[in-house]
């Protein structure tokens, strides 16, 4: 899945069931997290929704690579919007990317706002903490 | 009689639309609405009558404390107490914190509290911290199939004899109406001070305290038609005068040195500082609204709400519905299938119903329903039944979506 792929998708879809099924579908292409891999250290500490991430770096090719799910559909597809838009970045490329920009864009701000408590707002924050120390 | 149906055109905030859809508001639980008589007298209270209370002699401080005091008797005649044994706090949060601080200055290692398995956190974490400050030991009494087990409660009760019972009127997270004048009345004979939780029970069941012979009940005005941020904290006087102060400071003491200070009597001895004055008297414009609905037409058509909305719900294959069904206040938490409770909610606020998703901060609950949250939809007398067919159909059509 590539973003733009994903941004023409979104775009296209008129209202929010629609937004959300596109949205769900996304969810669904992403690989499911093993169970063993479904571990406490690895839950993003969000609210509601439960967030496993992990996150490493290609040394070869110095690119992040992320893994991630969710016990919800909408967040597990919002997750894979963020993996669309972070892997394959180098850090330095990933710490300077506005996750923000990209949602706004997608008329999906609300989803980072605070009070929506499914954790996407932790998600980006802890990733970009984890670019800036593997920079 | 009260038509009920149209009191709901005093609830301006019913008339809303979201996003072009119009408002399902399914939440009375988490808050409940207000009608235009709670947001008038606010409204003018800070446009012609805003003044601190119990500290002026001037004409506007007067008629802020007059009111502010008369709220104080429109709460306690609801409630069929004496004025003196309100005190005005925060919120049944607050309420709660002040009896677990004052109640464990008598309770030490060989004491015992029990509290319900239905418990809002606000009912667990402050008897918690008192267990922990004093040693004593937290009892939880049984549950079967979502619904207290009354005589499994009344055993552990006898067989334990606690020193306090700590439980609520009704579940926020299922509804649950409880058998609390049986347990009281067992609490009696047992000496066991009884405190209950009435966040959820003081709209829709409009408690008689004197009948009920409750030691304390505990109640949050935004819950009840008024303001957030405000509520109270019910006590029979001699109880309540003897515990120790909660919170410090000016407006609650007889007499102050550097070296040490005397208190007023209950409740004045609880209420340090500037009060939500507003909010107060905004709570009794509540009460007065509420006071003109016939209580039995009211729960009448909410039983009626309910059980038309469970019949519908019931006809969707998947669903499970959580609690006691027979004795409930009007709110049906429930889950479909393996659907996580948070796309359910998400996906009928896309229809404009707004319901809770969760575990409704009764997390020790849902553990022993073996779910890790469920959908809340909660009715209040505003709600009817364009508000139930809304919610159906926003619900087929969000269960289309996931199938
Ligand atoms: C049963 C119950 N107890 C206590 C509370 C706490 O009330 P407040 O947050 O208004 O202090 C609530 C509110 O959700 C509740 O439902």
């Not at chain 2, 364009?386 to 269960?399: G, P, R, V």
């Amino acid at each position: 899945m590539n973003i733009e792929h994903i941004t023409k998708k979104l775009s296209e879809s008129h209202g929010w069931q629609a937004k959300y099924r596109e949205i769900m579908l996304l969810g669904k292409q992403l690989p499911t997290l093993p169970d063993a891999l479904k571990v406490d250290s690895a839950i993003v500490s969000g609210c509601d929704s439960k967030v496993w991430l992990y996150l490493d770096l290609d040394e070869s090719a110095q690119q992040l690579v992320l893994i991630a799910d969710s016990d919800t559909r909408i967040v597990k597809g919002l997750l894979a919007i963020i993996i669309a838009a972070y892997a394959g970045k180098t850090p330095e490329q990933a710490s300077q990317f506005n996750a923000y920009e990209l949602f706004e864009s997608l008329g999906l701000i609300a989803h980072l706002s605070p009070s929506r408590g499914n954790g996407i707002r932790a998600i980006v924050e802890q990733i970009q903490v984890q670019a800036e120390i593997l920079k | 009689m009260t038509d009920i149906q149209s009191l709901r055109n005093d609830f301006p905030i019913l008339n809303k639309q979201l996003d072009g859809q119009p408002l399902c508001y399914l939440d009375s639980a988490a808050t409940a609405q207000k009608p235009n008589k709670v947001i008038d007298v606010i409204k003018t209270f800070y446009q012609d009558e805003n003044s601190n209370v119990h500290r002026g002699l001037h004409t506007l401080s007067e008629n802020a404390t007059v009111r502010y005091e008369s709220a104080r008797e429109t709460i306690a005649n609801f409630l069929n107490v004496e004025t003196r044994e309100i005190v005005w706090t925060s919120g049944a949060t607050e309420s709660l914190n002040l009896v677990a601080h004052g109640l464990s200055a008598s309770l030490n290692s060989d004491s015992v509290i029990a509290i319900s398995p239905f418990e809002h956190h606000a009912n667990i974490v402050p008897w918690q911290e008192a267990c922990q400050r004093t040693g004593a030991t937290l009892l939880v009494l049984p549950m079967l199939d979502g619904v207290l087990d009354e005589q499994g409660a009344i055993a552990m009760l006898k067989q334990h004899k606690p020193d306090v019972l700590a439980m609520g009127h009704v579940s926020n997270a299922l509804g649950n109406i409880h058998p609390i004048e049986s347990l009281i009345s067992v609490c009696k004979a047992l000496g066991t001070i009884t405190v209950i939780d009435g966040a959820q029970s003081l709209l829709h069941l409009r408690p008689d305290l004197k009948a009920l012979e409750c030691d304390f009940y505990v109640f949050s005005a935004h819950k009840a038609l008024g303001p957030t941020g405000v509520g109270g904290l019910y006590g029979k006087y001699q109880q309540l005068n003897a515990l120790p102060v909660y919170k410090t400071g000016g407006e609650m003491i007889k007499e102050v040195s550097f070296e040490r200070s005397s208190y007023r009597e209950a409740p004045s001895k609880f209420e340090p500082g500037t009060p939500n004055i507003s909010g107060v008297i905004g709570f009794a414009a509540a009460i007065d609204y509420v006071n003109e609905i016939d209580p039995s037409a009211l729960q009448r058509y909410e039983q009626a709400l309910y059980h038309s909305l469970l019949a519908k719900l019931r006809q969707i294959e998947g669903i499970t519905v959580y609690g006691d069904t027979q004795n409930n206040v009007g709110v049906v938490s429930f889950n479909y299938k393996n659907e996580h409770h948070y796309d359910l909610a998400t996906l009928l606020n896309t229809y404009g119903v707004a319901v809770r998703s969760g575990h409704h901060c009764t997390q020790p609950l849902m553990k022993m329903l073996k779910v890790n949250g469920t959908v809340r939809a909660s009715l209040a007398f505003y709600n009817n039944q364009d508000d139930i067919e809304h919610f159906i159909n926003a619900l087929s059509a969000t269960i289309e979506l996931l199938d």
